[in-house]
């Protein structure tokens, strides 16, 4: 993952501070927006972690301060709800300006709240998705503990929270109370999911069933069964990064599978501003191929020779096991390494003397099996790797038909 430092301005022309984490080897498919929790900030783990795992999954995702908390500026004393929410509309603006629109929104607790109201002000935005999330905005107000009482009273009081002191004031209060998240998921017409934990003792899971039951389909529901409200345990989080990100691609393609289409197995596009990188569909698969930087490449995926090489050693392992199940021999792993080369014809000991004026294309095939097979079954499957499909049409005398359409 590639990570870099932003900043960009919110409505009231107050500097917001964000980070923008990038997929490591290939351009992003789509951004996303991720709100965080009340009073945290962009590098709260949980943020932090379900970022990085979008990140993975081919997401630019902009995790960024709210106003007043964190490095953005701002009084938070003067923020509220809905200012949360503006916050979120300023960071689409920015994205759809200096990269590409968001077409995400994610957000934790009250920024799962927040994630639903931004997100149907958001005309890019095709689907949000919420952890933990309150069904409505004043469930935060039992955070205040004793000092609501004084801020309804006094106009304002501080409050300190995770060791951290803010200052609440009654408009804070009263915002709250104004706006409800099941009003607004009612209103909501993009793709919903819900994800809570039913062992939340922050945010009960009652809150997810009544965010759902008022939200229009398609909606989505996911249990994070073991997990606490903050998600701290990085494993969880990484887990939640993943399934948001599955579950998106459902209702937002990429760019690869709307540009590309054959009625063929297998095509390639490649773009003159693109370099080598050029896109590929496998099937009903999508994929980049590439050449390394060195030879003026994005290395944002493996070369033609590599993906050759990758299907003689997926072939053979799948080869093996076959015939392995068959036999009711047990392997547990299989292991196919190969590499690709040009060797002299001087050099190799098995080619024909018609190549000996030139080089040969040389695939070197190393497997490693775990298995408690005898020395004759192994040598009976190596025998069974050479007869492997991929093996054979490379063995075999081959045609290409070409021509212009």
């Not at 304002?156 to 004031?169: C, E, P, S």
């Not at 099941?182 to 939340?200: F, G, K, M, T």
């Not at 579950?247 to 693109?274: C, F, G």
């Amino acid at each position: 993952m590639r990570s870099s430092k932003i900043n960009f301005t919110n409505a009231q022309g107050e500097v917001l501070s964000g980070k923008l984490d990038l997929p490591a080897n290939q351009d992003p498919h789509n951004f996303a927006i991720f709100a965080h929790c009340f009073t945290c900030t962009k590098d709260f783990s949980a943020v932090r972690n379900v970022s990085r795992a979008l990140a993975s999954q081919g997401f630019g995702v902009l995790r960024f301060d709210f106003t007043g908390l964190g490095d953005s500026d701002g009084d938070f004393a003067d923020t509220n709800f809905s200012s949360n929410v503006d916050d979120l509309i300023s960071a689409a603006d920015f994205l759809a300006k200096e990269y590409k629109a968001p077409s995400l929104l994610v957000g934790h607790s009250l920024g799962g709240a927040a994630a639903i109201f931004a997100g149907g002000k958001i005309d890019t935005i095709k689907a949000v998705a919420t952890i933990g999330a309150p069904s409505n905005p004043v469930h935060v107000q039992k955070q205040l503990g004793a000092q609501l009482a004084t801020i309804r009273e006094k106009g304002q009081a501080q409050v300190k929270l995770a060791g951290r002191d803010f200052t609440f004031k009654k408009q804070f209060i009263d915002n709250l109370e104004e706006n409800s998240c099941v009003e607004a998921a009612r209103n909501l017409h993009e793709a919903l999911l819900i994800l809570h934990s039913p062992q939340d003792d922050t945010v009960s899971i009652k809150n997810a069933e009544e965010i759902y039951l008022a939200a229009h389909h398609p909606k989505s529901f996911v249990t994070l069964d073991g997990s606490e409200h903050l998600l701290i345990d990085k494993e969880n989080a990484s887990y939640v990064g993943k399934i948001i990100a599955g579950w998106a691609a459902r209702y937002i393609p990429t760019p690869d599978e709307a540009s590309i289409s054959t009625t063929h197995q297998v095509v390639a596009s490649l773009d003159a501003e693109d370099g080598f990188s050029t896109l590929l569909k496998l099937g009903s698969h999508h994929m980049k191929a590439d050449e390394p930087v060195r030879v003026g490449g994005n290395d944002y995926g493996p070369t033609p020779y590599e993906l050759l090489a990758g299907s003689l050693s997926a072939c053979t392992a799948m080869t093996i096991q076959m015939y392995a199940k068959r036999k009711n021999w047990h392997i547990e792993t299989v292991e196919c390494h190969t590499s690709y080369s040009k060797t002299h014809a001087e050099d190799c000991a098995v080619c024909d003397e018609s190549d000996t004026a030139g080089k040969i294309d040389t695939f070197h095939r190393e497997i490693k099996i775990i298995s408690d097979l005898d020395e004759k079954q192994l040598k009976r499957i190596l025998q069974i790797a050479d007869k492997c499909p991929v093996h054979k049409t490379l063995h075999s005398e081959t045609q290409v038909l070409t021509k212009l359409v």
